[in-house]
Nanobody, 126 residues
């Protein structure tokens, strides 16, 4: 069982930066690939970024490539999402999630994730 809590959401102007983090409970954090997803009002939840156990494997949605960076600190049981050059269309609730170690789903597929945080709101004003 893994419990996830996100921190760091807020309001930022377009072009600005924000860093959100996700703290995980449990001693098995390093066993999980981790992902960030987001859900804007009236839209489906979508993949943003994913990271492998050691951080050497990373995957990004096309919409955030070059602007967002995912990282993790296994000693602190924390995964981060650094968001730069933010746009109003990045406004959403951001969720972190822990991926099932045995899943065959692609990293960007929500169905492969077992545990979810409660989400943190990110609002980008124009």
């Amino acid at each position: 069982q893994v419990q996830l809590v996100e921190f760091g959401g807020g309001l930022v102007q377009a072009g600005g930066s924000l860093n959100v983090s996700c703290a995980a409970s449990g001693r098995t954090f390093r066993s999980y690939y981790m992902g960030w997803f987001r859900q804007a009002p009236g839209k489906e939840r979508e993949f943003v970024a994913g990271i492998g156990w050691s951080g050497s494997i990373k995957n990004y949605a096309d919409s955030v490539k070059g602007r967002f960076t995912i990282s993790r600190d296994n000693a602190k049981n924390t995964v981060y999402l650094q968001m730069n050059s933010l746009k109003p269309e990045d406004t959403a609730v951001y969720y972190c999630a822990a991926r099932d170690p045995y899943t065959t789903q692609a990293m960007d597929d929500m169905a492969g994730y077992l545990y979810w945080g409660q989400g943190t709101q990110v609002t980008v004003s124009s």
